[in-house]
């Protein structure tokens, strides 16, 4: 029997998804799972439809909460998996002091949680915990798995796998989710079955570098072709706008198509989000404040749907979901083998990207742990692309472990988008506004 604890227990929605994979999978449904969150009333609610989910699977699973640092130990005690999905400081204050304090010196985000003065900062105020949760797991479990799903991934990842000795790997569904939504929306579905890919990069910019239908054709032409005929046509006519142009865009521009959304991408370099040319905010359809916006509708939807949830996922048995991590702890329990894209440090698997870097590469799992692939050297455009966000990335990581305010403000002056919008001095200014408003939710940076 495993033990498979789940930090951030309060963010019910993904804590059933990945929970339910669990309960659904044979060789886990009798784990005993422990959720930990220091937020006592989004526990309650959250044990509650974890409960129920458990009985609508049979009720193999054992159930037990944990609320609070001075639990936190016992949380992690003796567990073999331990999943993090923490969001410190929330929607409300952190994020929205993310969003506000930019907004006012004309620096415009979406999303805000990987890269930009946004992901900065919540890496910042996130590896002082990790840091805690490393030192407990040494503690009480040190040979379980850390499986994150907490942004920013690379910093983070990059953090545990570089400072402690916790075994880490990290998990983003974008990876999954790449070709099947860019064939389908070009209206290549069909040929989504059998197709042999290859992804290697960095988190949430991994590049699709080969795709082949079952047989062995390049699909990459016909994806060219049919990408530029559907941007070329949303210029023409606002009916026509779509919500994946800017990576549409990177085709166009860099050759190739990358794994997150749009949305993301559009705050990751110094092209699409401008102060001086606005009009490209509506041409490439950029949905600017996007992570508030759908912060303020998630928490409307809990409130209103919460009462019946528990009801529901009796009467409806959890179907197993394509996220990685049951299939991780599968396959490190009974020692079946599958195929996953993870965060690692790179090590020489990426040529061209920094050994220290952390990556995102297919990875091959059995008995015997994680074992990243190696991949070779990437374009040398798609490399360049990637290492705007590794410098950013590494010294957010340098900020974190020495907690030197220059560090700071070096990972924001590095940031590609804050960069094209901003003068040294502003940055500068705004980096103290942030660390200010946060608080005690950051560390005292000297």
């Known amino acids: 029997m495993a033990k498979i604890t789940f930090m951030g227990a309060g963010s019910t929605v993904f804590a059933r998804a990945l929970l339910g994979d669990c309960m659904a999978t044979p060789a886990l449904a009798d784990s005993e799972i422990a959720l930990y969150d220091i937020d006592g009333q989004r526990l309650k609610e959250s044990e509650a439809i974890i409960r129920a989910l458990n009985e609508g699977l049979g009720g193999k699973a054992r159930i037990l909460s944990y609320l609070g640092v001075e639990n936190r130990r016992e949380a992690l005690r003796g567990a073999n998996f331990v999943v993090n999905a923490i969001q410190v400081g929330l929607y409300d204050p952190c994020t929205i002091t993310d969003f506000e304090i930019p907004n006012k010196y004309g620096l415009r985000q979406t999303i805000a949680d990987t890269l930009g003065i946004g992901g900065i900062m919540r890496g910042l105020r996130t590896i002082p915990v990790l840091r805690?949760?490393?030192?407990?797991?040494?503690?009480?479990?040190p040979d379980a798995w850390f499986l994150n799903y907490t942004n920013p991934m690379s910093i983070l990842c990059g953090y545990m796998q570089r400072y402690t000795g916790v075994k880490t790997i990290g998990l983003c569904h974008s990876v999954q989710g790449c070709s099947?939504?860019?064939?389908?929306?070009?209206g290549m579905g069909d040929l989504w079955e059998g197709r042999r890919e290859l992804i290697?990069?960095?988190n949430h910019?991994?590049?699709?570098?080969?795709?082949?239908?079952?047989?062995g054709k390049d699909l990459y032409p016909e994806i060219r072709k049919r990408a530029a005929e559907k941007n070329a046509l949303a210029s023409e006519a606002a009916a026509n706008k779509h919500w994946d142009m800017v990576r549409y865009d990177y085709i166009a521009k860099m050759g190739y198509y990358c794994t997150e959304s749009s949305e993301h991408n559009a705050e990751y370099n110094p092209w699409y989000i401008k102060s001086k040319y606005p009009e490209l905010i509506d041409r490439f359809n950029i949905p600017l404040d996007e992570y508030p916006r759908r912060c303020i509708e998630q928490i409307?939807?809990?409130?209103?749907?919460?009462?019946?949830?528990?009801?529901?996922?009796?009467?409806?048995?959890?179907?197993?979901?394509?996220?990685?991590?049951?299939?991780?702890?599968?396959?490190l329990a009974a020692g079946t083998l599958t195929k996953i894209g993870g965060n690692v440090i790179n090590n020489g698997l990426i040529e061209n990207l920094p050994h220290e870097a952390c990556v995102e590469v297919p990875c091959m799992v059995d008995a015997h742990g994680v074992n990243p692939c190696h991949v070779g050297r990437l374009p040398v455009q798609l490399a360049a692309m990637n290492m705007t966000h590794v410098n950013v990335h590494l010294i957010t990581i340098e900020a974190a472990v020495t907690e030197k305010l220059e560090h700071v403000y070096q990972a924001a002056m590095l940031d590609p988008h804050t960069a094209a919008e901003l003068s040294i001095d502003d940055i500068i200014k705004m980096?103290?506004?942030?660390?200010?408003?946060?608080?005690?939710w950051m560390p005292k940076y000297r």
Not at 205 to 215: C, S
Not at 305 to 330: C, F, N, Q, T, W
């Open 200 to 202: 290697a990069g960095i």
């Open 180 to 186: 099947y939504h860019l064939l389908d929306n070009l």
């Open 132 to 141: 805690d949760f490393a030192r407990d797991m040494e503690a009480v479990c």
């Open 300 to 331: 409307a939807a809990w409130e209103r749907d919460y009462k019946g949830l528990a009801d529901a996922v009796r009467r409806e048995p959890h179907r197993r979901s394509g996220e990685y991590a049951s299939y991780i702890m599968e396959s």
């Open 205 to 215: 910019m991994g590049w699709l570098l080969e795709i082949k239908d079952k047989h």
């Open 431 to 440: 980096v103290d506004e942030l660390i200010e408003r946060h608080g005690d």
